[in-house]
Each structure stands twice: as C-alpha cells, then as structure tokens.
C-alpha cells in the first residue's frame, strides 16, 4: 500500500497548482481519499476530501471556492486543484486513505484515515 503525494512547489499568491495523490497497492480499494496539511508551527488540518463510494466532497472552509478535489479511478489517483493560492495555504499537504467506512463529518478527520503518504511542499510568496 502506498501513496504517492506530488505536485507542489513554490507559486506566487493568486496562483495555482494541481497536486495528484496516486493509490497502489489497495487491493480492497479504500474508502475516502483526503488531503491534509500541516504548516510549521502549526497542527495539521483537513483541507478536503472525496469519498470513493458515492463521490462525496468536504472541503474545510478555508479553501471552500478556491480547492476542487477530484478523482480518476482509471489511474488510481487523487487530484487537489488549488486556485487563488495566499500566503497562508502554505505547508506540507499529505494525502491519506480510509479503509473503513467513513461519514461525512469525519472526512475531514485525520484519524479516520489508515494510510498516509509522504509530504509534498507547497510555498505561497506574497
């Protein structure tokens, strides 16, 4: 089992990046893909998440209008499409995976989630 987060890198603000989680290895599939993210100094935070059996979307409010989290099954990956960026999104986003059934309001809830992947760094210069 393995998640493979990719796609930050450094932007200025009101830009955008598309951050991709790519799932191998569930062979049982998984229930909910969420992306978190953790800024230094700070505590990680649910940022949106998808869930896989009827494609339900939480978005924190935060990013609520500016993120779009999506899913192409065919490639077993995850995507976090991210607009208008400011300095304050900046941090480490994970992706993580949920292998039991999860409801809506504990998306956006890290220990709901089994399986986590290494960071990818997303920088928002002002």
């Known amino acids: 089992v393995q998640l493979q987060a990719s796609g930050g890198g450094l932007v200025q603000t009101g830009g955008s990046l598309r951050l991709s989680c790519l799932a191998s290895?569930?062979?049982?599939?998984?229930?909910?893909i969420g992306w978190f993210r953790q800024a230094l100094g700070k505590e990680r935070e649910g940022v949106s998440s998808?869930?896989?059996?009827?494609?339900?979307?939480r978005y924190d409010e935060s990013v609520k209008g500016r993120f779009t989290i999506s899913r192409d099954n065919a490639k077993n990956t995850v995507y976090l499409q991210m607009n208008s960026l400011k300095p304050e999104d900046t941090a480490v986003y994970f992706c993580?995976?949920?292998?039991?059934?999860?409801?809506?309001?504990?998306?956006?809830?890290?220990?709901?989630?089994?399986?986590w992947g290494r960071g990818t760094q997303v920088t928002v210069s002002s």
């Open positions: 993580a995976a949920s292998r039991s059934g999860i409801i809506t309001s504990s998306m956006l809830t890290s220990n709901s989630y089994n399986y």
């Open positions: 290895g569930f062979s049982l599939g998984y229930t909910a």
């Open positions: 998808i869930r896989s059996r009827d494609g339900a979307t």
